[in-house]
């Protein structure tokens, strides 16, 4: 009798030996067989791959993005963030006069806190209550002094990516935010923010005890040290 040697390449793919002539042959159906159901299509093989090593390990789905590369282990994950790249936003803001969009509900929600000044989620240590959970993780640094994002330049330290990747930009010399009414560019949106409160006059920060209106509150701060007699430095 002869035997047909195989070997197991992976979970889809058997590869048979060769060398051997088989001859086939008709056997008639067996009536009180059941064929399997077809099973449902497999995901496009396009967007699957199989690593081993490095940050992909075991994420089978990856972004085709030239110089993405991200692998993720749902395809709903990688759809998620290839609207990241196309710009797609198709969860808007139901909020009269609002109109932002998000990638995903889950940004939406939290986006609709602000709102309703919803905040479930409070610091342990001292009370202050956040509207998104990474914000608290944040702010809890802040107590822990942990400050996990270092610049490969100068060593610097900070509590969050987004700091580190302003931070940065004092080296590359990037200034991403341009104020459309003089041209003046930024390497952040809050100083942005701010500047332009230089053109609109708005001043949205108030003194309790003077009335006096200020456009940061940094500058409101320094100021109320002129009532309660506070030199910190």
Known sequence: MLSVNYKVEDEDTVQRSSGVNLTTC???????????????PSPDQSQIVTTSTGQNRGKRFQC???????????????VTHKR??????PFPCSECGCGKCFITKAKLRAHQRSHTGEKPFSCSLCGKC????????????IHTGEKPYSCSLCGKCFIS???????????????PYLCSLCGKCFTDKLHLVRHSRSHTGEKPYSCSECGKCFTSKSNLVRHERSHTGERPY
């Open 26 to 40: 008709t056997v008639p159906p067996d009536p009180s067989y059941n064929a399997p159901k077809p099973e449902d």
């Open 64 to 78: 085709g993005e030239c110089e993405c590369g991200k692998g993720f282990i749902s395809k709903s994950n990688l």
């Open 84 to 89: 990241i790249h196309t710009g797609e936003k």
């Open 130 to 141: 956040f509207s998104q959970k990474s914000h608290l993780v944040k702010h809890e640094r």
């Open 161 to 175: 990516k987004s700091n580190l990747n302003i931070h940065e930009r004092i080296h590359t010399g990037e200034k």
